[in-house]
């Protein structure tokens, strides 16, 4: 069993590169963004609770995160590997994630980062907004979510670092070769 998890600012491609890693590998995705759509768009109690803070594009609390990313694990018993896309965005949720995976008497054994600059992001994100009607796209929006990367959730990266788990890949140019450095990782050991 692999877990993985794929860390970067919004924009980074964690959603594209995720899709090629579950076709490649068959891990369980596990995507609190998406998680936390799902609820606001089929109007759950939870869903309900975290909607103003989605699209204020401001981090949901931990509490609330790492209780709905628990009960996603919990329905994944048999997962041959996880694939964590927006999770941690906090060093709480980093140890929380450590502890879920000590008490399955398992691990986080990759984590990499995608690094794109914030100037590529928002042109990235400015170009999704023409394709994905996404509310926490619109500019004042993703000031907050860009902010938020940069203020918490940067500090995640020294948590892997200082433990030797991080393997840091360049986010920008071609897709598939951006793919292949990352399988070339995952292959390694
Ligand atoms: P992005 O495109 O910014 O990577 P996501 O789709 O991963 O966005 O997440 C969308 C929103 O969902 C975030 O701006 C935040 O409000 C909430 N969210 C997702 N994952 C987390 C998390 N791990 N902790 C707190 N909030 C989260």
């Given at each position: 069993m692999i877990n993985l998890v794929l860390f970067g600012p919004p924009g980074a491609g964690k959603g594209t590169q995720s899709e090629k890693l579950i076709k490649k590998y068959g891990f369980v995705h596990i995507s609190t963004g998406d998680l936390f759509r799902w609820h606001t768009k089929n109007d759950t109690p939870l869903g309900k609770r975290v909607k103003e803070i989605m699209n204020s594009g401001a981090l949901v609390p931990d509490e609330i995160t790492i209780a709905m990313l628990k009960e996603e694990l919990d329905k994944n018993p048999q997962a041959k590997g996880f694939l964590f896309d927006g999770?941690?965005?906090?060093v709480p949720q980093a140890e929380a994630l450590d502890k879920f995976m000590k008490d399955n008497g398992?691990?986080?054994?990759f984590v990499i980062a995608l690094d794109v600059n914030e100037a590529e992001l928002r042109t990235r994100i400015a170009k999704r907004r023409t394709v994905e009607n996404r509310a926490d796209d619109e500019e004042e929006k993703l000031n907050k979510r860009i902010t938020e990367y940069f203020t918490?959730?940067?500090?995640?990266l020294p948590y892997y670092e200082k433990q030797n788990r991080l393997n840091t890949v360049?986010?920008?140019?071609?897709i598939e070769e951006i793919f292949s450095n990352i399988c070339t990782i995952l292959d390694k050991k």
């Open positions: 999770f941690p965005r906090t398992s691990a986080i054994h918490k959730t940067i500090h995640v360049h986010g920008i140019g071609d």
